[in-house]
């Protein structure tokens, strides 16, 4: 699939789409903010028309994605619920979607508080076994919805065996390749039709932009895509291309580094008394499963206590900083439950593991002896019993 077929990722994510302009030679790709371009005669499609249609800086951003992904085509949106709504586009009313039951939030309240008005349906089954995909099939199911590592437990799913089931039926799947980045999995060389970036997170890298993206290897399904993305009008501006791509170029090298942080963390954590369960793809010594090279920089675990002493750990960190969302190069902690699925209702999120207890943390790549002395503290903190009044 790929055009480079003898270059490197890492190559690949400093230089696709991203050659020196010939008129100024400059290396980056210059920010292009015009709305619209002259054309050559009235009617002309041939080059750049509107800038909602078609953006140079956009395009480069798009070249590279494609490319990373091992997909044709990739389009970015202006946010990573943007891209999902895209998808969800490709439906008709009355069309059914089997989805993870452990589904970022977000997604989560797109799926039942917006989608569900436009008679779409949906069905969520625990992705660790493709079984659970198979029973939730029915007549009118058109996709799959993975979502792996999932959002917060890390559950994993073998992609490949859930492909082969859907393909057998016709149904279109779609993988959240957030959590995992192309640097550590491509789910179109799996088998998946289209995946999802929440660009906001490890592809732009810095917390400083928020994105989203669709890359897909079939050519009528870029066609929609394009279509839907000039249509709807939810295409990524500009300067947000730009940041992108710059914080592209290092994905890999960020990616080795989380990942690395992250497993000290989590066998860190295994060993805290106050720690009932710790939730990391690469834990058990075990090769990472799921056709993943490494097990990526997210780390969940329950506290064994009650919440206002857990409220009170996830206030007493330094460095990890209490905050929604993942994925730069800055540690953050999360608490799922009060905060980034705070939206999902209690006994559905109980039943789906995200507790009271549960802690999510994003590791950055900061020193990993700073990480581990800022953890260890704020469990000191809350090692004395909380005084209720
Ligand atoms: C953040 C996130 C989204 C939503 O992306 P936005 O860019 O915030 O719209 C979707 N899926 C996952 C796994 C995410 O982490």
Redesign the pocket.
């Known amino acids: 699939m790929s055009k480079y077929k003898n270059r490197k990722f890492e190559t690949n994510a400093i230089h696709c789409g991203q050659i020196p302009e010939d008129k100024t030679g400059a290396v980056t790709t210059p920010l292009h903010m015009s709305t619209t371009y002259k054309v050559g005669f009235p009617g002309d499609e041939s080059g750049y028309v509107y800038s909602r249609w078609s953006n140079p800086t956009r395009k480069a951003l798009e070249e590279v994605l494609a490319e990373l992904e091992n997909g044709t085509d990739a389009f970015a949106y202006a ?6 709504t895209a998808v969800l586009h490709l439906l008709d009313p009355g069309d059914h979607v089997v989805a993870v039951d452990d589904l ?1 939030g ?2 989560h309240r797109l799926f039942e508080r917006l989608m569900k008005k436009f008679k779409i349906e949906f069905s969520y089954v625990d992705c660790t076994n493709p079984v659970n995909f198979k029973n939730a099939i029915q007549d009118n199911t058109k996709l799959f919805w993975i ?1 792996t590592p999932t ?1 917060p437990l890390l559950k994993l799913a073998d992609i490949e065996a859930i492909v082969k089931i859907g393909k057998e039926k016709n149904i279109l799947i779609a993988v ?1 390749n ?2 995992a980045t192309p640097y550590i999995r491509k789910p179109l060389d799996l088998g998946a039709d289209i995946v ?1 970036h ?4 490890y592809l732009g890298g810095h917390c400083d932009v ?3 993206a669709l890359i897909v290897k079939d050519s009528e399904l870029a066609e929609k895509l394009h279509f839907n993305q000039y249509a709807v009008g939810g295409m990524l501006a500009p300067f947000e291309s730009w940041l992108l791509m710059r914080g592209i170029k290092t994905l890999h090298l960020r990616m080795e580094r989380h990942s690395l942080n992250a497993m000290k963390i989590a066998e860190y954590l295994e060993s805290v008394d106050l720690v009932d369960k710790v939730y990391f793809p690469g834990l058990d010594g075990s090769k990472v499963p799921n056709n993943m090279t490494m097990p990526g920089g997210m780390v969940s675990f329950t506290i064994n206590a009650d919440l206002e002493t857990v409220k009170k750990f996830t206030m007493s960190t330094k460095l990890f900083i209490l905050a929604e ?3 730069g190069v800055e540690s953050l902690l999360n608490h799922p439950a009060l905060m980034t699925h705070a939206s999902i209702p209690k006994e559905i999120r109980e039943k789906a593991g995200v507790t009271d207890g549960l802690i999510r943390l994003s590791v950055g790549i900061e020193h990993i002896d700073d990480l581990l002395i800022d953890l260890r503290l704020a469990f000191a903190a809350i090692s004395e019993p909380v005084k209720q009044s």
Do not use: P, Q, R, V
């Open positions: 946010s990573g619920l943007a891209s999902i970022y977000g997604t979502e959002n959240d957030t959590f999802m929440s660009a906001s997170k928020i994105g989203g969302s993942l994925g």
